[in-house]
């Protein structure tokens, strides 16, 4: 069950546009930590290694999460900017 949940759910998402990817990947990346925190409240894995791969995806996160808002920022900045006229 276990492998069928992770091997269909954290596959790579890819969209139309770089930040609807983005965001998918975000959300992966959460339930990717929700399934660390069971495999750990589980025993499954030491707490030693929880708490490496945990910082490991926070940090991660945390990449995806600048990369997100510069992405957002610039598609703001783009759909703001005067068309050109055709004269």
């Not at 929880?50 to 990369?67: C, R, S, V």
Request: glycine share 4%; net charge positive.
């Amino acid at each position: 069950w276990s492998s069928d949940v992770c091997s269909s759910d954290l596959s790579i998402p890819m969209s139309e546009t770089k930040v609807k990817t983005q965001k998918l990947l975000s959300i992966k990346i959460n339930m990717l930590k929700v399934l660390l925190r069971l495999a750990k409240d589980c025993k499954s894995i030491r707490d030693k290694d929880y708490i490496a791969l945990q910082l490991t995806l926070q940090e991660i996160g945390k990449m995806l999460g600048g990369w997100i808002r510069a992405s957002e920022l610039k598609d703001k900045k783009l759909s703001q900017e005067p068309t050109p006229n055709s004269d």
